[in-house]
């Protein structure tokens, strides 16, 4: 690996302390308010997701229970609160697209990157504060764009969070919301692109331009290179959906044929539009879509790496090999898109050359797992709320990892795509592995952010509950795959598929139980913010720069004074003159493993 020398040092912050309350806490340039903000907003975006998988949930179980208040939010798609298929549709659309977009990236990238990516890396800043502010706010733009869609007369689209052509292309002839719901569905999307493109700028040019004495790349701590990785992920990523969103408002406002191929018929009516390719879509899309997979699991891969090294007390097995691995993930990552085609009459060679990096994949996935497992043999682990996360973490990447084998043969695939084994594999591998590890980052770092202690008998409650309740809402999905429950179907009317209603009233209890688990960690989030507490300057021993600064940090990170790094982050169970069994990154006390 090529490792640039540190600069002597880093350029100064352009701007000065906040004077006003707007500008400490609204429209601020200090990266640690604004990975707050980032933090706030996904907290607000996983309870509405979380609202609403309940809406779907209680339909699944109970098809004809009628859902008090939900007529409310949809008179025309729940009648006497009793959800219509096309409600359910709409339903299932918002919440993948909140959680996905305004979860799983913003919070383990933007929001913990912000906060601490400078720090780590010994800047007093991002060297662009006023774009790190335009990214928060346009991604906070974005997310009342797309509520907003809650209010249209049709409501949300019923196109799903990938938005499919041509049933997200033709408008309001193709259902509820494809028309006005659709269009700023698209917006709020390409939106949110512009804000993740400005961040994934301010990321980068800050571990290769900000970093202080001493900080050459190989003394760079997993989680800046994890972030790092990830911005670089999300420049190539978000910039191809972007333009696709664009292409996709004008084929709705401006009469272009995109994705809208000729001879289309709809309702005994011929479509007007002609030249347009509706798997023009799929390709765009899942080239951002693949990618976005890891852009949510790699920031949390170094988050639950930091946080296992610190309470091991001792280093990874190697860290050479779990940067490359996260790097081989990066980059194959754009090569295996097209597995997600599969069943669009893909030519069977080409089902072939997307089969076999995706099979490929799986090597840095296992050579991370192995190193995980292989670094916490023999060690005296420090059994809290953020390393339950972190082994949690390893687990659901393990069991959601596995389905993934049989995903990537097409054979198998164009079996299974359609049916919840598909949703049972994205869940646990993309969604409740990245959440485990935003909860194991909450924990470890809530101190240094607020300067206050979460609980943790609480912290450790939280963790074993919703490790149950995970396991016990989403392992089911692969039985009904396997069962040839069809995703997205509202109702379960066929034959075969009614022996599976029992399964899936448990699936919706489990559901029920876990999201009511999460309401512990968001009143121990509370209290603890106002009532935790105090908590010192390193309560977990830690060797990064984070912890050599007071809980929680001055508004300049440093106090002025420019840090000088001499070791990695790495420098556990070693024996020092004051009998610590650690070395700060800081301290010019020399390391026996002299990095």
Same mark, same amino acid.
């Given at each position: 690996?090529?490792?640039?020398?540190?600069?002597?040092?880093?350029?100064?912050?352009?701007?000065?302390?906040?004077?006003?309350?707007?500008?400490?806490?609204?429209?601020?340039?200090?990266?640690?308010?604004?990975?707050?903000?980032?933090?706030?907003?996904?907290?607000?975006?996983?309870?509405?997701?979380?609202?609403?998988?309940?809406?779907?949930?209680?339909?699944?179980?109970?098809?004809?229970?009628?859902?008090?208040?939900?007529?409310?939010?949809?008179?025309?798609?729940?009648?006497?609160?009793? *959800?219509?298929?096309?409600?359910?549709?709409?339903?299932?659309?918002?919440?993948?697209?909140?959680?996905?977009?305004?979860?799983?990236?913003?919070?383990?990238?933007?929001?913990?990157?912000?906060?601490?990516?400078?720090?780590?890396?010994?800047?007093?800043?991002?060297?662009?504060?006023?774009?790190?502010?335009?990214?928060?706010?346009?991604?906070?733009? &974005?997310?009342?764009?797309?509520?907003?869609?809650?209010?249209?007369?049709?409501?949300?689209?019923?196109?799903?969070?990938?938005?499919?052509?041509?049933?997200?292309?033709? #408008?309001?002839?193709?259902?509820?919301?494809?028309?006005?719901?659709?269009?700023?569905?698209?917006?709020?999307?390409?939106?949110?692109?512009?804000?993740?493109?400005?961040?994934?700028?301010?990321?980068?040019?800050?571990?290769?331009?900000?970093?202080?004495?001493?900080?050459?790349?190989?003394?760079?701590?997993?989680?800046?290179?994890?972030?790092?990785?990830?911005?670089?992920?999300?420049?190539?990523?978000?910039?191809?959906?972007?333009?696709?969103?664009?292409?996709?408002?004008?084929?709705?406002?401006?009469?272009?044929?995109?994705?809208?191929?000729? #001879?289309?018929?709809?309702?005994?009516?011929?479509?007007?539009?002609?030249?347009?390719?509706?798997?023009?879509?799929?390709?765009?899309?899942?080239?951002?879509?693949?990618?976005?997979?890891?852009?949510?699991?790699?920031?949390? $891969?170094? !988050?639950?790496?930091?946080?296992?090294?610190?309470?091991?007390?001792?280093?990874?097995?190697? *860290?050479?090999?779990?940067?490359?691995?996260?790097?081989?993930?990066?980059?194959?990552?754009?090569?295996?898109?097209?597995?997600?085609?599969?069943?669009?009459?893909?030519?069977?060679?080409?089902?072939?050359?997307?089969?076999?990096?995706?099979? $490929?994949?799986?090597?840095? +996935?296992?050579?991370?797992?192995?190193?995980?497992?292989?670094?916490?043999?023999?060690?005296?682990?420090? !059994?809290?709320?953020?390393?339950?996360?972190?082994?949690?973490?390893?687990?659901?990447?393990?069991?959601?990892?596995?389905? #993934?084998?049989?995903?990537?043969?097409?054979?198998?695939?164009?079996?299974?795509?359609?049916?919840?084994?598909?949703?049972?594999?994205?869940?646990?591998?993309?969604?409740?592995? &990245?959440?485990?590890?935003?909860?194991?980052?909450?924990?470890?770092?809530?101190?240094? *952010?607020?300067?206050?202690?979460?609980?943790?008998?609480? #912290?450790?409650?939280?963790?074993?509950?919703?490790?149950?309740?995970?396991?016990?809402?989403?392992?089911?999905?692969?039985?009904?795959?396997?069962?040839?429950?069809?995703?997205?179907? +509202?109702?379960?009317?066929?034959?075969?598929?009614?022996?599976?209603?029992?399964?899936?009233?448990? !699936?919706? !209890?489990?559901?029920?139980?876990?999201?009511?688990?999460?309401?512990?960690?968001?009143?121990?989030?509370?209290?603890?913010?106002?009532?935790?507490?105090? &908590?010192?300057?390193?309560?977990?021993?830690?060797?990064?720069?984070?912890?050599? *600064?007071?809980?929680?940090?001055?508004?300049?990170?440093?106090?002025?004074?420019?840090?000088?790094?001499?070791?990695?982050?790495?420098?556990?169970?070693?024996?020092?003159?004051?009998?610590?069994?650690?070395?700060?990154?800081?301290?010019?006390?020399?390391?026996?493993?002299?990095?």
């Amino acid at each position: 690996m090529h490792d640039k020398p540190a600069v002597s040092t880093a350029p100064a912050v352009v701007h000065g302390p906040p004077t006003t309350f707007i500008s400490k806490h609204v429209f601020s340039l200090d990266h640690k308010v604004i990975g707050k903000q980032y933090y706030a907003l996904a907290l607000a975006a996983v309870l509405t997701g979380m609202v609403l998988s309940w809406l779907m949930r209680i339909h699944l179980g109970w098809n004809d229970l009628a859902i008090p208040g939900l007529q409310a939010l949809s008179p025309n798609g729940a009648p006497s609160g009793v *959800m219509t298929p096309e409600m359910y549709l709409r339903i299932m659309t918002m919440h993948a697209t909140f959680m996905v977009f305004f979860v799983l990236t913003t919070a383990p990238f933007a929001a913990f990157g912000n906060f601490f990516l400078p720090i780590q890396v010994g800047a007093e800043d991002m060297p662009f504060p006023h774009f790190n502010m335009m990214s928060f706010w346009t991604t906070f733009v &974005a997310f009342c764009v797309l509520v907003t869609a809650f209010f249209t007369t049709d409501g949300p689209p019923l196109s799903g969070w990938t938005a499919y052509a041509p049933l997200s292309a033709i #408008g309001k002839d193709t259902g509820p919301g494809q028309g006005t719901g659709q269009i700023i569905w698209a917006a709020a999307i390409g939106i949110f692109c512009i804000g993740q493109l400005l961040g994934a700028l301010n990321f980068i040019s800050t571990v290769l331009d900000m970093r202080c004495k001493g900080m050459t790349l190989k003394r760079l701590p997993v989680t800046a290179w994890a972030w790092f990785i990830t911005s670089c992920m999300g420049l190539t990523a978000f910039a191809v959906l972007m333009p696709a969103t664009i292409l996709l408002i004008l084929d709705h406002v401006a009469g272009t044929s995109f994705f809208i191929p000729s #001879g289309l018929v709809i309702n005994d009516q011929l479509v007007p539009h002609s030249g347009g390719s509706t798997l023009l879509w799929q390709h765009l899309f899942w080239f951002f879509g693949h990618p976005e997979v890891y852009i949510a699991i790699v920031p949390g $891969m170094g !988050i639950i790496t930091h946080v296992l090294i610190t309470n091991m007390r001792r280093p990874m097995v190697s *860290m050479k090999a779990i940067l490359y691995s996260m790097w081989a993930l990066a980059f194959l990552s754009y090569m295996v898109y097209g597995h997600h085609m599969f069943v669009s009459g893909m030519n069977p060679f080409s089902s072939l050359v997307f089969s076999f990096p995706t099979l $490929m994949i799986t090597i840095p +996935s296992t050579v991370l797992v192995l190193i995980w497992i292989g670094s916490l043999y023999g060690s005296r682990i420090r !059994i809290n709320a953020a390393s339950l996360f972190a082994l949690g973490f390893i687990s659901m990447f393990v069991t959601g990892g596995v389905s #993934g084998f049989f995903l990537a043969q097409p054979s198998i695939d164009i079996m299974l795509h359609a049916t919840y084994f598909v949703v049972g594999h994205f869940h646990m591998v993309m969604g409740v592995a &990245a959440i485990f590890g935003i909860f194991s980052g909450t924990y470890f770092w809530f101190p240094k *952010m607020t300067g206050r202690m979460m609980n943790e008998t609480l #912290g450790k409650a939280h963790f074993w509950l919703t490790f149950v309740g995970t396991y016990c809402t989403f392992m089911p999905f692969h039985y009904l795959g396997w069962a040839a429950n069809v995703r997205r179907y +509202s109702a379960f009317t066929d034959d075969y598929l009614k022996p599976l209603i029992p399964l899936h009233q448990f !699936i919706t !209890i489990a559901a029920l139980f876990t999201g009511a688990v999460q309401l512990t960690f968001l009143y121990n989030l509370v209290h603890s913010l106002f009532r935790g507490a105090p &908590a010192p300057a390193n309560p977990w021993e830690g060797t990064s720069l984070e912890w050599t *600064m007071p809980s929680p940090p001055p508004w300049n990170n440093f106090g002025g004074k420019d840090p000088v790094v001499y070791h990695d982050a790495d420098q556990y169970g070693v024996k020092t003159a004051s009998g610590a069994d650690y070395i700060m990154q800081d301290s010019p006390e020399p390391s026996p493993t002299g990095c």
